[in-house]
Nanobody, 116 residues
Framework: QVQLVESGGGLVQAGGSLRLSCAAS????????MGWYRQAPGKQREFVAR???????NYADSVKGRFTISRDNAKNTVYLQMNSLKPEDTAVYYC??????????WGQGTQLTVSS
């Protein structure tokens, strides 16, 4: 199994920046891709960004150029640097780990609120 713990959420003004962290533990050698998703009130959870074990990244169009995902394999941690935040970025942000043979795992989520 894999355990994921997110941190770094909070309240920030529009135009500001924040960095989320997600620390993985457990069967970390089984993890290949890690990603961030978000869910705003009344909406479905949506993809934000992902990074492969080799460092390849993908972003949702809504965050391209503003968010950057990175990964520190030595610390088993993935980060999401968020710049130029907008009120529509307000959501609970979830970390996801995709593994070889063990399925996918989710963190508990961290709240980001962007005030206008």
């Amino acid at each position: 199994q894999v355990q994921l713990v997110e941190s770094g959420g909070g309240l920030v003004q529009a135009g500001g920046s924040l960095r989320l962290s997600c620390a993985a533990s457990g069967s970390i050698l089984s993890i290949h891709t890690m990603g961030w998703y978000r869910q705003a009130p009344g909406k479905q959870r949506e993809f934000v960004a992902r990074i492969s074990s080799g460092g390849s990244t993908n972003y949702a169009d809504s965050v391209k150029g503003r968010f950057t995902i990175s990964r520190d394999n030595a610390k088993n941690t993935v980060y999401l640097q968020m710049n130029s935040l907008k009120p529509e970025d307000t959501a609970v942000y979830y970390c996801k780990a995709e593994t070889y043979g063990l399925g996918g795992y989710w963190g508990q989520g961290t709240q980001l609120t962007v005030s206008s």
